[in-house]
């Protein structure tokens, strides 16, 4: 009997020092918080795929709409009217366009996100601190997925990781998001950014 209190000693106390886990943020509440946020404005950190960090500011307007300011140059990027719209200030061929339904970001930008339907969701993790949905195009799963990391009480969205069709990821981690807030329409206006950039 010693012998075995001494053998398991070290599993009791690997299981103490382990946190406990959260519970998950049900996927119904997650649907429900983000059809809820109508429009927003955050600063932002983007990690790229090949390991270089970009900062800037963020505007969403769902459904539909989002734009992404770039701090270090006139980088930006837009989605609007269905499509995604890339202006880069070293190219004077205008913006790079694909359409919104391609990408992972469309599945929060949605008029309706409900990460219940079938073979949505491919993962809902917790850990001591947050609650992590990885969800895809079920019609589309070859478009990429797009991970939510979102922290509880309150329910808040924190970041995202999207992987691409050829496995790239970028991660977006958001600074402290104001909710309800007045965005001017022409800020997600893909032509008059083309427009003004002429």
């Known amino acids: ?87 880069d200030p070293k190219s004077n061929m205008g913006p790079e366009q694909y359409p919104l339904s391609k990408t992972p970001l469309n599945l929060i930008l949605a008029e309706t996100v409900d990460l219940a339907r079938a073979k949505m969701v491919v993962g809902h993790t917790a850990d001591d601190k947050t609650t992590s949905v990885t969800a895809q195009d079920p019609e589309h799963p070859d478009y990429g997925t797009i991970k939510l990391v979102f922290t509880a009480k309150p329910t808040e969205l924190r970041q995202w990781v999207i992987t691409d069709d050829s496995g790239g990821q970028t991660t977006v981690i958001l600074g402290e998001m104001k909710k309800g807030v007045t965005i001017a329409p022409s800020l997600f206006s893909i032509v008059n950014e083309t427009n003004k950039r002429k």
């Not at 012998?3 to 946190?19: Q, S, W, Y």
């Not at 997650?30 to 960090?53: H, I, M, R």
């Not at 300011?69 to 009217?81: I, N, P, Q």
């Open 1 to 87: 009997m010693t012998l075995l209190r001494f053998a398991l000693a070290p599993v009791f106390t690997l299981a103490l020092a382990v946190p406990a886990l959260a519970e998950k943020i049900p996927l119904g509440e997650l649907s429900s918080y983000l059809n809820g946020l109508k429009t927003a404005e955050a600063s932002f950190t983007q990690v790229n795929a090949d390991g270089s960090v970009s900062t800037g500011k963020m505007y969403l307007q769902r459904p539909g709409r989002v734009r992404f300011e770039y701090d270090k140059d006139k980088t930006l990027v837009m989605a609007s009217g269905g499509q995604v719209a890339i202006f």
